[in-house]
């Protein structure tokens, strides 16, 4: 891994939309074992939810909040793949501070995932 000077901040909640990262999904097999990862701790199938709704089901915190835990560390874990290089500084706006600590490996994704 190479330095860095950069920083990574992930979002809160409301950042969710149906479908999204369908398109990298299709390149990169990992967003999608991410989300099964995250699907084990929060007992839901959260691709199958981020993809094909209902959005009402999306919305609601207890669904919304892990479906955008397993985007952002998909996202995360494709960023240090494809660049070999981990930001300086990681953090997180409300649920975002979840993601940022599964990204720095103080929390494990599956237990990230059941807490919220």
Do not use: C, K
């Amino acid at each position: 891994m190479t330095e860095s000077t950069l920083a990574f901040v992930f979002p809160g909640q409301g950042s969710q939309a149906l479908g999204m990262l369908a398109e990298l999904s299709e390149l990169h097999p990992q967003i999608r074992e991410t989300f099964a990862e995250a699907s084990e701790g929060a007992g839901v199938d959260l691709w199958a939810l981020s993809q094909g709704g209902p959005e009402e089901m999306l919305n609601r915190t207890e669904y919304t909040q892990p479906a955008l835990l397993a985007a952002g560390v998909a996202v995360w874990r494709l960023w240090v793949d494809q660049r070999g290089q981990r930001p300086a500084l990681l953090a997180g706006h409300s649920l975002g501070e979840y993601t940022a600590l599964v990204a720095a490996g103080a929390l494990s994704l599956h237990d990230g995932a059941h807490l919220v």
